[in-house]
């Protein structure tokens, strides 16, 4: 028996499912730069690998979210261009600075910080700044646009700083033809025409996430930001499925079955007996949960091929296990129980599962909890010497 397939639960990783999203996104986006994404662990997936993987397929930007995010990428070795944007007063803005990262400033109290970190660490800092066109979060209002471009200016004239892009987010990519995206759209060109009459000169302007990149395509501008896509996942269903779009999914869950046994009809399973057996049956015992980030949500509801078929899970999903009603058949202890993967094999889908929680594919693959390994295959020889092709 191989290490991997002795393991009580793994996701397997596809890099080269990855690589070829990556490439299928560019295509959609010919003509733009793609950021890769890999924020929150590379949406569960492992940021090293899945970034190395990235830029071998001809991603030209690494985006996070947090500033630790980013600066693990460089500590891992990679280089080129990298940009994070959820920043908090007090931040490793410094760090940043030195490690020759892209920050973002939506608020003046951020250029502010930004300015202190460049003054001390003796460089300038390169800094995006951040325009909330409509989705409500980060970034700066139109009312506010003005003061905060002057002073970018202002500190780049000084030495201080470079304004190396302009972008924003939309807040309903995901729904075709919703009004707001106009509206966003419209809200940013203006925006981005006052600060360059202002004299700033980005390299890069930004406003599309996974969705926009695939259907808005005077949304993509010098570049895209995709996540959810690149990892294989289809943004909404409204917006087709993955095979639809082109993309496979990257990642496959599984488990290792523990124990099957009999049951008589009327037995109870797990907590709370929510589920009893309607007959006498076998019952197979998965050892993951809510812990491991299978979605309590999903109890009694959760798909897992087991054996060959689509069982659903029996009763409540517990922190470490969830049990499957086997219906009389008899898999041996160890065999493989898959929760999801791309459905070659009649697995069920994150989809499936997020359909099963009543949330969002997003959630399933970034929920996968630490203690459940990573297993990356498909890496080239260049990913896993720590290489970053050019």
């Not at 907590?271 to 076998?282: E, L, N, R, S």
Request: a negative charge; proline letters at 7%.
């Amino acid at each position: 028996m191989n290490e991997t397939a002795s393991l009580r639960a793994r996701a397997e990783i596809d890099l080269a499912a990855l690589r070829a999203n990556v490439r299928v996104l560019r295509e959609r986006a010919a003509g733009a730069q793609l950021m890769a994404v890999v924020k929150s662990d590379g949406y569960g997936h492992g940021a090293v690998p899945c970034a190395r993987a990235a830029r071998a397929a001809g991603a030209t930007w690494l985006g996070t979210a947090t500033p630790h995010e980013a600066l693990a990428l460089r500590a891992a070795g990679l280089d080129g261009r990298i940009m994070c944007w959820l920043w908090t007063p007090g931040g490793p803005w410094r760090e940043a600075v030195e490690a020759g990262i892209d920050v973002s400033a939506g608020a003046m109290w951020a250029l502010r910080e930004a300015v202190a970190a460049a003054r001390s660490a003796g460089r300038p800092a390169r800094v995006q700044l951040k325009a909330d066109t409509g989705l409500g979060r980060g970034g700066c209002q139109p009312a506010d646009w003005p003061e905060l471009v002057g002073a970018a200016r202002d500190a780049e004239r000084a030495g201080h700083l470079r304004i190396t892009g302009l972008w924003s987010h939309f807040a309903c990519a995901d729904e075709p033809g919703h009004p707001s995206i106009a509206a966003q759209l419209d809200v940013y060109r203006d925006m981005v025409a006052y600060a360059e009459k202002e004299g700033v000169e980005p390299e890069v302007r930004h406003m599309a996430n996974s969705p926009a990149t695939l259907t808005i395509p005077e949304a993509h501008f010098d570049l895209v930001r995709t996540g959810i896509a690149m990892y294989g996942i289809s943004p909404a269903p409204e917006l087709g499925t993955s095979a639809e779009l082109g993309l496979r999914p990257v990642m496959t869950l599984s488990a290792s079955v523990a124990l099957v046994k009999d049951a008589p009809a009327g037995h109870g399973v797990s907590y709370g007996h929510h589920y009893t057996t309607p007959a006498d049956t076998t019952l197979g015992l998965i050892p993951v949960g809510y812990a491991d980030g299978v979605p309590r949500h999903a109890s009694g509801s959760g798909p897992v091929l087991v054996g060959g078929k689509v069982r659903t899970v029996a009763g409540r999903v517990a922190m470490d296990q969830f049990v499957v009603d086997l219906g009389g058949d008899r898999p041996e202890a160890g065999a493989e129980a898959v929760l999801f993967g791309p459905g070659d094999m009649g697995e069920p889908t994150a989809q499936d599962w997020a359909e099963a929680a009543g949330t969002i594919a997003y959630e399933i693959v970034t929920r996968i909890g630490a203690r459940v390994p990573r297993v990356h295959v498909n890496e080239t020889p260049d990913e896993t010497a720590g290489g970053v092709p050019r």
